[in-house]
């Protein structure tokens, strides 16, 4: 056994059975068994053995002679069988009794070759095995006795010098492993199993082309040894001579079709080129039946790292490590993995054996990545400080340290840094310099930006990410003829890069162009035709074009393109909730979350699908499933407690906060979060100390100091929150946001008059502002200065002509001084913001004081079907419904509306209005 953690997933030949001719004997078809086996055939050899056993079953000759074969091709399952049914019909056991330990042994079944073993009188051979059993239950003493026993009876017994060697990499005495390995190569240059160890060794050591060597040699000896054309194949992928890899697998499935760890060979070449859905399909083949191969697993999470499906990754990379937990490279995998899929907290978890010891500039910048997205920035500055001290030349640390900076502020220190690690990377190396390019287009420096992707397509002038890159400074300069040229060319670099097509379809979107979007879409499908991107493109275009029809045949492509990736699937079931295909949501859901369990995100969904479908219960059993997860995201947490609250359980709700902020206390965000729950709850003493803990560990505290203040409103004491509101006011003197807060507050507090004052004095300070024009025009319409509204909205207009919710509240202005330009303002205003259900029932309503009922009752049934919340909406729409005679209607709606339980300011007109009908 080279390595015990891979002996469940050893080589498993399933060799094709043909029928037994009528005119051979079985003892003739033994007999061709042999002879094909002499000439290296060993398949063959097996079809006949099968062929002689399907006329003579109980033939213990051909039994041993079968499992024998078995051993030889790799398949130790097949092996133990017939060896053990050998025996049974009478095969001389000292004889088979060796070959069974070792097909045990190869299951890593050493408790199993013990007990088989322990009847026979003891031989060199025996004893090796035994050796190798103990050295496998980690009886590391007892099993160096055993090989040093066979010894002292054979003094250069292979197996004996191979179990020793062993003992010495034990020990990491690597000059004593080569010697025992020589001693045994020397005195059995013949034997293909010592071979193979010295071949073995010398590509452990790093010395391929030795390796290589030694393996061919073993192919002579026997042309039908699997191993030597599987571990050829790993030298060729890790040279990256992927021909030659080819060459090595076609001749081991040649040999042995259906060899298992051949399916992990071809995975780890499809992924060393890039083709990594079949590198998927390929490493699946080897967890179906060997589910504890490491290397797979290992494969596996790399692979749907590499496909985007970061829950699948994480499931195989997490199986991986907490078997082998000093595996410094799966764990800087499986951060990256919870990098990915932003738990940051999870990452450095990962990390933290080694983060404040490694001299490893990669893993340090993982940690460093770790503690930008928690917003640690001074200790993600220390740690890519740290990466440059141990190696100054790392351009990646450079790139790190200047987004490091980038987040604290400061913009110049952070492109100094990234242009460092520009100066740094390769002649040819293009990526620091996407980094730095990217990082201009932030800061809108677009000639910075274009002078970066100028220099790097000198480098790379075909590279498709450069030129999509310059298409969008082009864009930002105003140059739009340049950016669709750009664009144009990175897709004519490389037709399979969606994000260039997405650009182009982008603009025509900007233009408000859907069809030459639809096209810009359809083309690039026409040459990609599995794109899952592109079909959710052209979904999205449904969507937007209001065909949900066509939007789920996308969708359903999407999915069928890309089945084992959750993204197109979960939106093909928001997608048929929306469409009120709540049975097909829950029959897709339900196939992908057996497919993958313990995918957070498929639990969610049918949380939500089986709330969709009136299952309480279920959904939150499949909520129950996602709370057992750990780790959880402060996002994923956050939904979980969101979705107990719709189901009606705030104090599930409540809990799942609880623990969550229990086992990560310095999680601020999970503080509010269950500020926000107990307000919900009515527990607004509650609510307030969580908003003030927030406050008092948050380096800014304006979020908390506003959840405070909002606890206040849903309280119902305004005059609480304004205070508080001022407070956050003075740390941001000039936020609009703030200011508009306070001033409702005012206005809730019954003090409309002071805000008015509040929003005139800084319309004064802030000329320029919008928000606080806007804000201010509608305080004058509430203070019925209507002129003063309109002269407010009519300005506005002039910076900004199209703007619907100017136009809307212009129109109201125009209405309440019997203007007769309303109608057409509002009209204007509805084709601005055609979806909005505040404009149609502005224009609705003046319709239907008109007297124009035709056009204006469905224009307010649109309104209240886009806003059925809105209760001055639905009054309008019930006094149309009166109007129209439609009394019945009108009821209906106005018990709706007085059946809310908060107050409603129409209450009283409603109240009237019912009477009457």
């Not at 004997?25 to 006949?48: R, T, V």
């Not at 079953?57 to 092996?79: E, I, M, N």
């Not at 959710?536 to 937007?544: S, T």
């Not at 035709?854 to 059925?868: F, S």
């Amino acid at each position: 056994m080279r390595n015990k953690r891979m002996a469940a997933a050893l080589a498993l030949v399933f060799a094709a059975i043909t029928g037994c001719s009528k005119d051979e004997s079985p003892e003739q078809l033994i007999a061709q068994a042999k002879q094909y086996e002499s000439k290296g055939d060993s398949k063959a050899a097996i079809i006949q053995l099968k062929n002689a056993l399907q006329a003579a079953p109980d033939d213990a000759a051909a039994r041993f002679a079968l499992g024998r074969l078995y051993l030889k091709t790799g398949d130790a399952v097949s092996a133990e069988k017939e060896l053990q049914r050998a025996i049974k019909l009478g095969s001389n056991r000292t004889e088979a009794l060796p070959l069974l330990a070792k097909a045990l042994l190869l299951q890593n079944k050493p408790q199993a070759v013990l007990d088989e073993i322990a009847s026979l009188p003891p031989t060199a051979s025996l004893l090796s095995l035994r050796g190798d059993a103990l050295l496998a239950l980690q009886k590391v003493d007892d099993s160096r006795q055993a090989f040093e026993s066979a010894l002292k009876l054979e003094p250069n017994n292979s197996e004996a010098l191979r179990g020793l060697a062993r003992h010495a990499m034990l020990k990491n005495d690597a000059a004593e492993v080569v010697r025992l390995a020589d001693q045994a190569v020397a005195h059995h240059p013949a034997d293909v199993d010592t071979l193979l160890f010295r071949a073995d060794l010398d590509k452990a050591m790093g010395q391929l082309d030795a390796a290589r060597a030694v393996y061919d040699k073993a192919l002579k000896v026997a042309p039908d040894t699997a191993a030597a054309y599987l571990q050829k194949a790993y030298i060729d992928i890790g040279q990256r001579k992927y021909d030659d890899a080819r060459a090595d697998l076609a001749a081991l499935k040649k040999l042995a079709p259906q060899n298992i760890l051949a399916y992990h060979a071809q995975a780890q070449l499809a992924f060393a080129e890039g083709k990594y859905k079949q590198a998927l399909d390929s490493v699946q083949v080897v967890l179906k039946v060997a589910p504890e191969h490491l290397p797979s697993q290992l494969l596996a999470g790399a692979t749907h790292f590499a496909l985007g499906s970061l829950p699948q990754a994480e499931q195989h990379l997490k199986k991986y490590v907490e078997s082998d937990p000093r595996n410094v490279q799966a764990r800087k995998m499986l951060a990256s993995v919870y990098l990915g899929s932003s738990q940051p907290r999870e990452a450095l978890a990962q990390l933290a054996p080694f983060l404040d010891t490694s001299t490893d500039p990669a893993l340090i910048n993982i940690g460093g990545r770790a503690y930008l997205n928690l917003k640690q920035y001074d200790k993600a500055t220390a740690t890519y400080r740290r990466a440059i001290e141990l190696q100054p030349t790392h351009a990646q640390s450079h790139i790190g340290l200047g987004l490091a900076r980038m987040s604290m502020g400061d913009a110049d220190g952070a492109v100094a840094a990234m242009r460092k690690g520009v100066e740094l990377s390769p002649p040819t190396a293009i990526d620091a310099g996407i980094v730095l390019a990217t990082t201009h287009l932030r800061l809108k420096q677009n000639d910075a930006a274009v002078a970066v992707l100028d220099q790097m397509l000198k480098r790379a002038p075909d590279n498709a990410v450069l030129l999509n890159l310059a298409g969008g400074a082009q864009l930002g300069k105003g140059d739009r003829a340049a950016a669709r040229a750009a664009f144009q060319k990175s897709l004519q670099a490389q037709p399979s890069f969606f994000t260039a097509a997405d650009n182009l379809a982008r603009m025509e979107l900007a233009d408000k162009k859907l069809e030459p979007a639809r096209q810009h879409y359809q083309a690039f499908l026409d040459k990609n035709p599995g794109s899952a991107q592109a079909m959710l493109a052209l979904a999205d275009i449904a969507i937007i074009d209001k065909k949900p029809a066509d939007a789920i045949k996308w969708l359903e492509q999407a999915h069928a393109a890309s089945p084992k990736v959750a993204g197109p699937g979960l939106r093909l079931t928001q997608q048929y909730l929306a469409a009120g295909e709540k049975r097909k949501a829950l029959a897709l859901i339900s196939a992908m979350q057996v497919e993958s369990p313990d995918d957070p995100q498929l639990l969610d969904m049918l949380g939500r699908v089986q709330a969709a479908n009136d299952n309480k219960a279920a959904a939150l059993e499949a909520y129950g499933r996602l709370a057992a997860l750990q780790p959880r995201t402060t996002g994923m947490t956050a939904r979980l407690a969101a979705a107990y609250e719709e189901l009606g359980e705030r104090g599930l709700a409540a809990e799942i906060l609880r623990k969550a902020s229990a086992e990560r206390p310095d999680d601020v965000s999970l503080v509010l979060a269950r500020a926000a729950v107990e307000t919900r709850r009515g527990n607004y003493d509650q609510a307030v100390m969580f908003a003030r803990d927030a406050q008092g560990r948050m380096p800014n505290r304006i979020p908390a100091l506003i959840v405070e203040a909002e606890i206040r409103e849903a309280q119902r004491k305004p005059e609480l929150a304004i205070p508080v509101y001022q407070r956050a006011l003075d740390l941001d003197k000039k936020s609009s946001p703030l200011r508009l807060k306070l001033a409702n507050a005012y206005v809730h507090a019954g003090d409309p008059e002071e805000a008015l004052k509040l929003v005139q004095r800084w319309r004064a300070e802030s000329p320029k502002d919008r928000a606080i024009a806007v804000y201010l025009g509608e305080r004058y319409f509430a203070h019925k200065k209507y002129q003063a509204a309109i002269d407010t909205f009519t300005g506005l207009l002039k910076e900004v002509p199209d703007n619907g919710i100017i136009l809307n509240n212009l129109a109201l202005a125009y209405a309440a001084v019997n203007d007769p330009r309303a109608v057409e303002t509002a009209e204007r205003a509805l084709k601005a913001l055609p979806q909005s259900g505040a404009v149609m029932d502005t224009l609705g309503w003046m319709l239907v004081e008109q007297g124009n009922l035709g056009r204006g009752l469905p224009l307010l049934k649109q309104a209240i079907a886009a806003e059925p919340n809105a209760a001055d909406i639905r009054y309008h729409l019930a006094a149309a419904l009166a109007k129209n005679n439609d009394k019945a209607s009108a009821r209906k709606e106005l018990e709706t509306l007085l059946s809310r339980k908060d107050d409603v300011a129409q209450a009283e007109q409603a109240r009237a209005l019912l009477k009457q009908l």
